[in-house]
């Protein structure tokens, strides 16, 4: 167990040291850029506002809340003790909503769309993978190119896809939202339905694109080790078939459980612009608000919440990984 | 290295993705030549006409008529009139006006309109019925006068002097004019987008844009993958680690996160094709980075290597000769997936809204944004948002094809 | 010394099948024999079939090797006649065990090595229990003089050498009657090197085998290990005999060529290798029908591409593939090694 404990003190500082220089980048790249993010702000904020004391006013309000007229590592720290406080300031494409409160409503879709999406994607990605490389012939004929297709497409093309076969024309799914227009959240039947509903078309579009691209990994990482030399050795002591495809695919599946936790935000990335298609209320939809409302404390904190997410998500799968694959404790036991 | 070539282009997936890749090069390339015009040209007012050939209806008139007894002619002309959901809907209005169901036959074109012409009044609404139907119905009136005439149109035009309208010609049922005889005719392969662009000749030019982004995001980004890589692979020590943190960090923080920061923060006056390209660029080379790193790292206690140190070769000659290439193939892979990344990238940056600001050059991003805001998607305008889906699609599936190609011919184990 | 007879092998015929769906004959009628107690060496480049002879003696076929014909005999049991599924439980690992060549990757990175050992014994005997397979293997391991402590660990963290004497304990815990080692020690550090040979030598002393087939390149060490030598060239055997007859009176001129390189005392014989000889084999793919080294030989004839030349057997078990009558083999190196000193002399 102590090496257990080395392996997750060492990934939880990597956590926290990436947190940190998440939290540094999301700060400073817009700060990078010439121009002052309050002068932008205030002179999207003043349009059609001719009383120039107000816009005075405003820009005092905003100077002081971004603190942009004090050092730069003073502001850091301003930002820094605002955030953990949960205070992104407010919304201006949806004053005087805080940003906050934005964000609140549209995380849990979020996360409640792309995790199990991901998920299931890695589970049903992985098992064709694995099947395709020991089944060989037609099946992995097919499979292939197939796969190499489906993850060709950019996840808001699935959705596209998606939503003009089964949405447009078919008509078995609706279009956009993530619940029935004239619903308003409650813990009613009809509501739980109409999410259900709302749900399955952004799920299956993020499922689709995960699978092609973890089975083609898959596939390749257990044609590799259908080919090491451990299990010609295995056979040739003897040990059955149905063992060997044990070992084989057991090994095959630890790179793929790291390659998630790389390809995680890569994902999340995709599938965000992916809810934008359905016009589902997360944080995919969220950010495009911002964008077109110009609304930049939305958009920092939006994309701050992502790279949170992200990494939390990352940390979780490595340090379940340190349970699977039982070399790690070995090889941090000495 | 002919060898080589030859190996490679025994691999069917290599060769079937060459093709498709080359294939929209040459359309990219030869299109223009000989469609020429603005590809961001407004020739329709209206949005979204669907695909095919638009004829000009004046010139249609000038032109030679020819009489042909088709017997089908005046079916087709009821059938593109009344369809068989007008018929039902029609049902549907004789019943609740209280027609008993039994009289009437749908199928029977005359009788359902002579019920109609009977029973129908525009002014009478029904039980229940919101007024979007009830339009419906007064719309489907209208359209249904005169269907069953046989009488020929009328063409008149107005007298300069008088003001009176005058029979310049008689358009008779019978009467065709020849396509090839009229003067302007326009093929509309995708028809219009939702500003009434041409939306094949925007493709095109969509594509060659996006080719290029993808070209240049991709140099970008595998050159400072391969400089990090070699670098940290070949140097080894502080700069490996320095190199190695930087690498990881930016692996995990997600780029798309990046992307959006920098582009916004760019502004949108300053986000054009050139400065999206070397964004994306300059956030994607991590993957390079770390691939080319452990790639050296295998080579850099080979013999031939540590034959060419004790020979007494410079840093950069070693690299250049020793190194390089043997992992050549493995760059050109890695150059193709950026490629491929980063018109994906552009693709999305666009829809988010965050793409290239431009008035002149298309990109395939934009035309998927512009179809979305429109909500092509919805409304059912395949048209427009189609085509460049399938041409992203289809770049990024050839060049995964070669890639995986190139995969099997380098890497042997992966072959059967 | 007994005569049983351990392995026999009878004009054994296997291909390989390629992704182009070619032949590929490695193997071409070879037959062999290796009596109780007695250690039989292969010697020849690397592409000359050496290494599919070892896969093909076990008897056990998957693709993209196919076995075509020939018997396989083991302590009387002829296993060509076998059904695989009862090959592998009755053969595999307890009459024949196999050391592969690369024996750094050839344990389960993610298994510690006795619940490998359990998942081998138990593919032969399912009712045998943890705890008397612990016993059994701690046992071997000590005899053979490994820590213990290796059982609980995992591949990852043993030494390339250790790794490779673990593989080598493993592959006899079930006391098979044949080992065949392919290059077990080619991988290794020179001090790692010497302990894998020392317990190789030690495996039928201690009688954890009774007989034992060793394929390398490095002539040297199958001098020092076996008792028997064979050269393979082209998937077919061209000279066999004893170590002392094949290494200092070769009769084959391929066998000349390698074992010419052997008597240079100062060059260190560890450093020596085998192939020093001009040109390259034939394409397996497509042999000649004829004498496969021809094309490579310094003292062709036209006879020689004429016919397939079979293997001429001189007695004791020494044999040849070659047309030319012994005698005259001999007369030529003789007559070559006198020029050679002349050489010398004058300079």
């Not at chain 1, 599946?253 to 997360?282: D, N």
């Not at chain 3, 190196?333 to 006198?338: D, F, G, L």
Request: charged letters at 15%; proline letters at 5%.
């Amino acid at each position: 167990m102590k090496g257990y404990w080395k392996y997750f003190l060492n990934k939880l500082l990597w956590f926290l040291v990436t947190l940190v220089c998440a939290f540094i980048l999301n700060f400073i790249l817009p700060r990078l850029m010439p121009g002052d993010p309050v002068a932008a702000i205030v002179a999207r904020l003043a349009q059609g506002m001719s009383n120039a004391t107000g816009v005075q006013a405003i820009y005092q309000q905003y100077a002081d809340l971004f603190g942009t007229n004090r050092p730069i590592y003073e502001q850091f720290f301003l930002y820094m003790s605002n955030v953990v406080r949960g205070n992104f300031g407010y919304s201006f494409s949806q004053y005087p909503r805080p940003v906050s409160e934005v964000l609140g409503a549209s995380i849990w879709w979020t996360i409640a769309l792309q995790f199990p999406a991901i998920i299931v994607g890695w589970l049903i990605g992985n098992t064709l993978g694995a099947l395709a490389a020991y089944v060989k012939g037609g099946f992995d004929k097919v499979l292939l190119p197939v796969s190499i297709f489906v993850s060709s497409l950019p996840p808001f093309g699935m959705a596209v896809i998606l939503m003009a076969v089964f949405a447009v024309n078919l008509r078995w799914f609706p279009t956009s939202g993530g619940y029935g227009f004239d619903l308003l959240p409650s813990a009613t039947w009809s509501f739980v339905w109409s999410v259900i509903v709302h749900y399955q078309l952004p799920f299956w579009s993020i499922v689709l694109i995960a699978i092609g691209g973890q089975a083609i990994g898959m596939r390749s990482m257990s044609i590799y080790e259908l080919n090491a030399d451990y299990v010609k050795y295995s056979r040739f002591l003897g040990i059955k078939d149905r063992k060997i495809v044990g070992y084989v695919f057991r090994n095959a599946m630890l790179p793929q459980i790291t390659g998630l936790a790389l390809s995680i935000g890569t994902m999340v990335g995709g599938a965000l612009v992916a809810e934008i298609i359905f016009s589902y209320p997360g944080l995919g939809y969220t950010l495009l608000n911002g964008v077109m409302g110009q609304d930049y404390p939305l958009i920092s904190a939006s994309t701050l919440i992502v790279t949170i997410m992200v990494l939390i998500a990352n940390f979780v799968i490595e340090i379940l990984y340190g349970f699977i694959d039982p070399r790690i404790k070995a090889a941090q036991a000495d | 290295m002919k060898h080589t070539i030859r190996q490679i282009f025994r691999s069917g997936k290599f060769v079937v993705g060459f093709s498709i890749f080359v294939t929209i090069l040459l359309i990219v390339i030869v299109y223009p030549l000989i469609i020429t015009g603005e590809p961001l040209g407004i020739i329709g007012q209206g949005t979204f006409f669907p695909p095919g050939i638009y004829v000009s209806v004046y010139d249609s008139i000038g032109s030679p008529s020819y009489t042909l007894f088709l017997d089908d002619a005046a079916a087709k002309r009821i059938a593109s009139k009344l369809s068989n959901d007008d018929r039902l809907a029609m049902k549907d209005w004789l019943i609740a006006d209280g027609v008993p169901e039994n009289q009437i036959d749908i199928t029977d074109t005359e009788k359902l309109l002579d019920l109609w012409e009977k029973e129908y009044d525009p002014d009478k609404g029904l039980p229940g019925m919101t007024f979007a139907k009830q339009r419906y119905y007064q719309r489907l009136n209208d359209s249904l006068e005169g269907l069953l005439s046989t009488e020929a149109a009328i063409i008149a035009a107005k007298n300069a002097e008088t003001g009176v309208l005058e029979e310049t010609g008689v358009v008779k049922q019978s009467d065709y004019v020849n396509v090839g005889e009229v003067a302007s005719v326009r093929v509309l392969p995708f028809g219009t987008d939702n500003f009434g662009r041409d939306v094949l000749t925007e493709l095109v030019a969509a594509t060659g844009v996006s080719l290029q982004i993808g070209l240049v995001a991709g140099l970008i980004a595998t050159l400072i993958g391969l400089t990090l890589g070699l670098l940290a692979g070949y140097v080894g020590g502080l700069m490996d680690d320095v190199i190695v943190f930087i690498t990881n960090l930016f692996l995990v923080i997600p780029t798309f996160v990046l992307l959006i920061l920098i582009s916004f923060s760019i502004g949108q006056e300053q986000r054009g094709p050139f400065v999206i390209a070397v964004v994306i660029g300059f956030t994607a080379w991590p993957w390079t980075a770390r691939a080319v790193r452990a790639q050296v790292i295998s080579l850099r206690n080979r013999d031939h290597v540590n034959l060419s140190k004790l020979s007494g070769h410079s840093i950069a000659h070693i690299i250049l000769t020793d190194i390089l290439p043997y992992i050549a193939s493995y760059v050109i892979m890695a150059l193709i997936l950026q490629i491929s990344l980063g018109i994906l990238q552009e693709a999305a940056l666009s829809i988010l809204g965050l793409g290239p600001k431009t008035t002149e050059d298309p990109t395939l991003g934009l035309m998927m944004q512009w179809a979305m805001i429109y909500q092509a998607h919805i409304l059912g305008k395949w048209w427009a948002y189609f085509p460049p889906l399938l041409t992203i699609a289809l770049i990024t599936f050839s060049m995964n094809l070669m890639n995986t190609g190139l995969d099997q011919v380098f890497n042997p184990a992966l072959r059967d | 010394m007994s005569k049983v007879v351990m392995l026999e092998v009878k004009g054994l015929t296997t291909k390989y099948i390629t992704r182009f769906q070619e032949d590929v004959y490695a193997v071409d009628h070879v037959s062999l024999t290796v009596e109780e107690g007695r250690s039989l060496g292969i010697a020849g480049e690397s592409g000359c079939g050496k290494s599919t002879l070892a896969l093909s003696l076990m008897g056990y076929y998957f693709p993209p090797l196919h076995y075509m014909s020939g018997e396989i005999i083991i302590d009387g049991r002829t296993i060509t006649e076998m059904e695989p599924d009862d090959i592998r439980r009755e053969i595999l690992g307890t009459e024949i065990a196999y050391i592969p060549q690369a024996a750094m990757n050839a344990l389960n990175p993610t298994q510690k090595v006795i619940d490998f050992i359990e998942d081998v014994i138990q593919a032969h005997d399912p009712y045998k229990t943890k705890k008397e397979i612990y016993d059994l293997a701690r046992k071997s391991f000590e005899v053979l003089g490994l820590p213990a402590d290796v059982l609980q660990k995992y591949p990852v963290e043993l030494s390339g050498g250790m790794k490779q004497r673990t593989v080598i304990a493993t592959s006899v815990i079930l006391s098979p009657k044949v080992l065949i080692a392919d290059e077990p020690s080619s991988a290794l550090d020179v001090t790692s090197q010497k302990m894998v040979i020392k317990m190789l030598k030690n495996l039928m002393e201690y009688g954890f085998i009774k007989s034992m087939i060793f394929i390398t390149h490095e002539l040297p060490l199958l001098y020092n290990v076996t008792d028997d030598i064979m050269v393979m060239y082209a998937g077919q055997i061209v000279e066999k005999g004893t170590a002392q007859e094949v290494v200092f009176d070769p009769l084959h001129p391929y066998a000349k060529g390698l074992m010419g390189s052997i008597i240079v005392p100062e060059k260190g014989l560890r450093e020596v290798e085998l192939a020093a000889i001009p040109g390259v084999p034939p394409n397996l793919k497509n042999p000649p029908a004829a004498c496969r080294f021809a094309e490579r030989c310094k003292y062709v004839r036209a006879e020689c591409e004429a016919n397939p030349v079979p293997l001429h057997y001189v007695g004791g078990g020494r044999a040849y593939r070659c047309i030319l009558p012994e005698k005259e083999l001999r007369d030529i190196y003789a007559k070559e090694a006198r020029t050679r000193e002349v050489h010398e002399h004058a300079r």
